[in-house]
């Protein structure tokens, strides 16, 4: 049986209460305001009896809205500060909630999570990029997640939903659709969180796609980071140390003079098809 919203304690008091300051150290800064908090929760569609992964739950706002939503929850928590709260939210929803003490880093994801699940997170700032590129990466796909919704620096979030041929576009923006599909679904305003970060903040949604034929994620991944490395440079010189690609730029008729941040999507798969074929 779900509690209802009226037995839970204000955010503002758990943290008093248990003394949570916010860690400069760990990227913290905590959302306190419940409606947009559930508005987070409800991104991803109806989780009612879906299982989701939480990183760095903190005092348990995210945590609660999620909880709310029916969704059975496994936070992994490297502040043991922020246990005890998390605790006493556990007894508020039985049997919905799992917390585990570690670093999200160092803890791969099918060793927590038996099944596909939804990712769900107020990611650190410190961690998320490393984070979403680790969900994100291998050949094995589909992936276990069905979705991704991640709150990150409004400029990250911008990289990640970037279209060619804009300032934001670049490597993390291939990586983010070559096999998904990605949008900005939510701005955040530095005001909504405690303490407030100097920067502003945004939610990103993915969900997987098909995933191309003839491409390795190995390559492609090589391909972008040669390319957006001078991203400046035309593509005959970013790409002239990686063996095979001029090549490849040539048999499918992409000017080497171009930039990277001017190609599609469906071009850098191209080339890295080319490299491999």
Same mark, same amino acid.
């Given at each position: 049986?779900?509690?209802?919203?009226?037995? *839970?304690?204000?955010?503002?008091?758990? &943290?008093?209460?248990?003394?949570?300051?916010?860690? @400069?150290? *760990?990227?913290?800064?905590?959302?306190?305001?419940?409606? %947009?908090?559930?508005?987070?929760?409800?991104?991803?569609?109806?989780?009612?009896?879906?299982?989701?992964?939480?990183?760095? !739950?903190?005092?348990?706002?995210?945590?609660?809205?999620?909880? #709310?939503?029916?969704?059975?929850?496994?936070? &992994?928590?490297?502040? #043991?500060?922020?246990? !005890?709260?998390?605790?006493?939210?556990?007894?508020?929803?039985?049997? +919905?909630?799992?917390? &585990?003490?570690?670093? =999200?880093?160092?803890?791969?994801?099918?060793?927590?999570?038996?099944?596909?699940?939804?990712?769900?997170?107020?990611?650190?700032?410190?961690?998320?990029?490393?984070?979403?590129?680790? /969900?994100?990466?291998? +050949?094995? /796909?589909?992936?276990? /997640? #069905? $979705?991704?919704?991640?709150?990150?620096?409004?400029?990250?979030?911008?990289?990640?939903?970037?279209?060619?041929?804009?300032?934001?576009?670049?490597? %993390?923006?291939? *990586? $983010?659709?070559?096999?998904?599909? =990605?949008?900005?679904?939510?701005?955040?305003?530095? $005001?909504?969180?405690?303490?407030?970060?100097?920067?502003?903040?945004?939610?990103?949604?993915?969900?997987?796609?098909?995933?191309?034929?003839?491409?390795?994620? $190995?390559?492609?991944?090589?391909?972008?980071?040669?390319?957006?490395?001078? #991203?400046? @440079?035309?593509?005959?010189?970013?790409?002239?140390?990686?063996?095979?690609?001029?090549?490849?730029?040539? =048999?499918?008729?992409?000017?080497? =003079?171009?930039?990277?941040?001017?190609?599609?999507?469906?071009?850098?798969?191209?080339?890295?098809?080319?490299?491999?074929?």
């Amino acid at each position: 049986m779900r509690a209802p919203v009226h037995a *839970l304690p204000p955010l503002r008091e758990v &943290i008093a209460r248990h003394g949570l300051a916010a860690s @400069k150290a *760990l990227g913290q800064n905590f959302l306190l305001d419940e409606q %947009l908090l559930d508005r987070i929760a409800a991104v991803p569609g109806d989780l009612d009896g879906q299982d989701v992964l939480e990183i760095g !739950p903190g005092p348990g706002g995210l945590t609660r809205a999620l909880l #709310r939503a029916g969704a059975h929850v496994t936070a &992994i928590e490297r502040d #043991r500060r922020c246990l !005890p709260a998390l605790a006493e939210l556990g007894e508020a929803f039985p049997g +919905q909630l799992k917390v &585990i003490e570690g670093d =999200a880093l160092e803890i791969p994801l099918a060793s927590v999570m038996p099944g596909p699940c939804h990712i769900a997170s107020n990611l650190p700032y410190n961690v998320g990029t490393a984070l979403l590129i680790g /969900w994100l990466g291998g +050949q094995e /796909w589909p992936p276990q /997640w #069905r $979705s991704l919704t991640l709150m990150f620096q409004r400029e990250v979030a911008d990289r990640i939903a970037a279209a060619p041929d804009s300032d934001a576009y670049g490597r %993390l923006a291939i *990586l $983010s659709q070559w096999r998904s599909h =990605a949008r900005l679904a939510m701005k955040v305003h530095r $005001s909504a969180f405690t303490p407030p970060p100097k920067v502003m903040s945004a939610i990103v949604h993915l969900t997987p796609a098909e995933m191309p034929e003839g491409i390795r994620a $190995s390559r492609l991944e090589a391909l972008t980071a040669a390319a957006f490395g001078q #991203r400046r @440079k035309m593509l005959r010189q970013s790409l002239k140390s990686l063996p095979g690609a001029l090549a490849a730029l040539e =048999a499918v008729g992409i000017d080497p =003079a171009r930039r990277a941040e001017t190609l599609s999507v469906d071009e850098f798969l191209a080339v890295a098809r080319a490299m491999d074929a």
